[in-house]
């Protein structure tokens, strides 16, 4: 089974400063990655994802993350904060099944202090 | 390109009274269709999901159901609504070609009083 912890609830950085939200993940196979963002009341968007590839990856609005397995961690960063920024991040595993599921972290509150 | 529409945006039913969500994928065809919940301050529960015409698969008993009439129509019904069902409601859908990532649609908010 595979699971995510994201360890923290809440992040609070200023405005023009760098991001760090941290992930770490549980898989019995080579897991797929990736990182969801939430704006209140809106869907969920892809930022990027991990598939085996290049371990850093680099996704929408100056995003990326680093896949690191002997961490077992997949952080995402950013390095200036944007107002536009702030929201919900989820770190997400996927499953390898036939429904191809995907367990959620249960997310970050990023707040952008200007 | 693909959307993904869910209606409606928001809803408020009071306890007791039927519920019909509906969510539909434009530019694909034959995608996996999901439907989650995601309760206050809380991730995501996969509720539903569906690999094609008529095949629902359930991962959470529950009070609700859902359903699939055509390719690119996801429905999520319950006859009779519980307090305990509010939250925001989310369609996803997963294309042929992804290996995982789903695309989530804009959400229904469901308040029940």
């Known amino acids: 089974a595979q699971s995510v912890t994201q360890l923290d609830s809440h992040v609070s950085v200023s405005e023009g400063t760098p991001v760090l939200l941290r992930c770490n993940y549980s898989s019995s196979y080579s897991p797929s990655l990736f990182w969801y963002v939430q704006h209140p009341n809106k869907g969920l968007q892809l930022l990027l994802k991990y598939t085996s590839a290049a371990t850093l990856v680099k996704g929408i609005n100056g995003f990326e993350a680093e896949f690191k397995k002997s961490e077992t961690s997949f952080h995402l960063t950013k390095p200036s904060a944007h107002m536009s920024d702030a929201a919900e991040y989820f770190c997400?595993?996927?499953?390898?099944?036939?429904?191809?599921?995907?367990?959620f972290g249960s997310g970050t509150r990023l707040q952008v202090q200007p | 390109s693909q959307t993904i529409h869910q209606w409606p945006a928001t809803l408020v039913q009071p306890v007791g009274s039927p519920l019909s969500l509906e969510c539909t994928v434009e530019?694909?065809?034959?995608?996996?269709l999901y439907w989650y919940r995601q309760a206050a301050g809380r991730g995501l529960q996969l509720l539903f999901y569906s690999v094609g015409i008529g095949q629902i698969s359930s991962e959470v008993p529950q009070n609700l159901s859902a359903s699939r009439p055509q390719d690119r129509q996801f429905i999520l019904s319950s006859k009779k609504l519980l307090l305990s069902d509010s939250g925001f409601y989310l369609c996803?859908?997963?294309?042929?070609?992804?290996?995982?990532?789903?695309?989530f649609g804009p959400g229904t908010r469901l308040t029940v009083t």
């Open positions: 996803a859908w997963r294309g042929l070609r992804d290996r995982y990532e789903q695309y």
């Open positions: 997400v595993v996927s499953g390898d099944t036939g429904r191809r599921a995907l367990t």
């Open positions: 530019g694909t065809s034959n995608p996996n």
